[in-house]
C-alpha cells in the first residue's frame, strides 16, 4: 500500500515562499505520477501541477495555469520525495495542500483519477 506523508506548511507572508515535501513509501510503480493538489475553504479541491515517469520518460511536468511561473515540481529519488517549490505567493494561494499518486504516466488534473493520496498540509499567505 502506497503512503504519501506531506510536510512544509506554514504561514508566510504575500511574495514569500514555501517547500512542500511529499514522501512515498510502500510502492513500486515503473510508471506513475506525482501531483500536487489544494483545496480552500468552501471550494473544490483543485489540480495545482504534477510530474510523470515511465520507462521513455522522466521527469514530465504540467501546472494549472495560476501556477506556472511561479511553482516548481521536483523530485530526490534517493528520498523517494517530491516537492512542490511556491514562490511569490499570493493570499488566494491559502489552502491544504494535498499530494497523490497514480500508477499510470498520463498527467490527469481530476482528482479522481488519483489512487493515493496524502493528509494534506496547511499553507497560510497573509496580505
Known amino acids: 500500500q502506497v503512503q504519501l506523508v506531506e510536510s512544509g506548511g506554514g504561514l508566510v507572508q504575500a511574495g514569500g515562499s514555501l517547500r512542500l515535501s511529499c514522501a512515498a513509501s510502500?510502492?513500486?510503480?515503473?510508471?506513475?505520477?506525482m501531483a500536487w493538489f489544494r483545496q480552500a475553504p468552501g471550494k473544490e479541491r483543485e489540480f495545482v501541477g504534477a510530474m510523470s515517469w515511465s520507462a521513455w520518460s522522466a521527469g514530465i511536468t504540467h501546472y494549472a495555469d495560476f501556477v506556472k511561473g511561479r511553482f516548481t515540481i521536483s523530485r530526490d529519488n534517493a528520498k523517494n520525495t517530491v516537492y512542490l517549490q511556491m514562490n511569490s505567493l499570493k493570499p488566494e494561494d491559502t489552502a491544504v495542500y494535498y499530494c497523490?499518486?497514480?500508477?499510470?504516466?498520463?498527467?490527469?488534473?481530476?482528482?479522481?483519477?488519483?489512487?493515493?493520496w496524502g493528509q494534506g498540509t496547511q499553507v497560510t499567505v497573509s496580505s
Open positions: 510502500g510502492g513500486t510503480f515503473s510508471s506513475y505520477v
Open positions: 497523490a499518486a497514480r500508477g499510470e504516466s498520463v498527467i490527469y488534473s481530476a482528482a479522481g483519477k488519483y489512487n493515493y
